[in-house]
């Protein structure tokens, strides 16, 4: 069975720019989440979707934004670039028709986004 | 707002040695996950608690969770170079009916040969 999968792998960017990553689940898996991770603030929950419904949302400006396709990939979108916003970003599915924090979550191997 | 800690923060241990990690949260829950990291990968899934006094063992790590007292600890035995690495808790916001996981600052574990 095929693990998540996150394109791109790298991604360099400049301030101002916007950027989109992409996270495909493991087959049959209808819960996707996002996570950013920085040295200083680790591991941080960004949202959650199921279902293509973002069920829940983390402490993050409206920059942040995400969305969920009716074949369970996800995207998620970083307007007006932050140097800040450079971190690894990390997306997890859950099992199939199960919730995130109810059973366990599979990591993809992430995005590395540097902000110039 | 469920919180996350875990002590020590870093932990330098010597080949054979025992050593036993923390991780304590704020708010109820019954959803502990403990993860690994290793420099520049992803995170990989140790193990899922899911009930007060689970216990779980793989090789020389075992964890155990205690709802009531919101602790969960990750214990080493006899450490060997391999399992350098992060080891990060995370716990089940059970205010969102566990949709949304929270983790905690991860131990950078070093073990010295």
Same mark, same amino acid.
């Given at each position: 069975?095929?693990?998540v999968?996150?394109?791109?792998?790298?991604?360099?960017?400049?301030?101002?720019?916007?950027?989109?990553?992409?996270c495909s689940p493991i087959s049959g898996h209808r819960s996707v989440?996002?996570?950013?991770?920085?040295? +200083?603030?680790?591991?941080? @929950?960004?949202?959650?979707? !199921?279902?293509?419904?973002? =069920?829940?949302?983390?402490?993050?400006?409206?920059?942040?934004?995400?969305?969920?396709?009716?074949?369970s990939r996800s995207?998620?979108?970083?307007?007006?670039?932050?140097?800040?916003?450079?971190?690894?970003?990390?997306c997890a599915s859950g099992?199939? +028709?199960?919730?995130?924090? @109810?059973?366990?979550?599979f !990591?993809g191997?992430?995005? =590395?986004?540097?902000?110039? | 707002?469920?919180?996350?800690?875990?002590?020590?923060?870093?932990?330098?241990?010597?080949?054979?040695?025992?050593?036993?990690?923390?991780?304590?949260?704020?708010?109820?829950?019954?959803?502990?996950?403990?993860?690994?990291?290793?420099?520049?990968?992803?995170?990989?899934?140790?193990?899922?608690?899911?009930?007060?006094?689970?216990?779980?063992?793989?090789?020389?790590?075992?964890?155990?969770?205690?709802?009531?007292?919101?602790?969960?600890?990750?214990?080493?035995?006899?450490?060997?170079?391999?399992?350098?690495?992060?080891?990060?808790?995370?716990?089940?916001?059970?205010?969102?009916?566990?949709?949304?996981?929270?983790?905690?600052?991860?131990?950078?574990?070093?073990?010295?040969?």
């Open positions: 069975k095929a693990g999968t996150q394109t791109p792998r790298y991604l360099i960017k400049t301030r101002g720019q916007q950027v989109t990553l992409s989440s996002w996570y950013q991770q920085t040295p +200083g603030q680790g591991l941080q @929950f960004l949202f959650e979707y !199921f279902s293509e419904t973002q =069920r829940n949302k983390g402490n993050f400006p409206g920059r942040f934004s995400g969305r969920q396709f009716s074949n995207e998620m979108n970083v307007s007006t670039l932050e140097l800040g916003d450079s971190a690894l970003y990390l099992l199939a +028709g199960g919730r995130v924090g @109810f059973n366990e979550q !990591f191997p992430g995005t =590395r986004l540097t902000v110039l | 707002e469920l919180k996350v800690e875990q002590n020590p923060l870093f932990l330098s241990m010597q080949e054979g040695k025992n050593y036993t990690i923390y991780c304590n949260y704020s708010t109820t829950s019954d959803r502990l996950y403990w993860y690994r990291q290793d420099p520049g990968k992803s995170l990989e899934s140790l193990f899922v608690l899911l009930s007060n006094g689970a216990v779980k063992q793989e090789g020389r790590l075992m964890a155990s969770l205690d709802t009531k007292a919101r602790l969960s600890t990750l214990h080493i035995t006899a450490a060997v170079h391999d399992l350098s690495a992060t080891y990060f808790c995370a716990v089940g916001d059970r205010g969102t009916s566990y949709d949304k996981v929270i983790f905690g600052p991860g131990t950078s574990l070093s073990v010295i040969p």
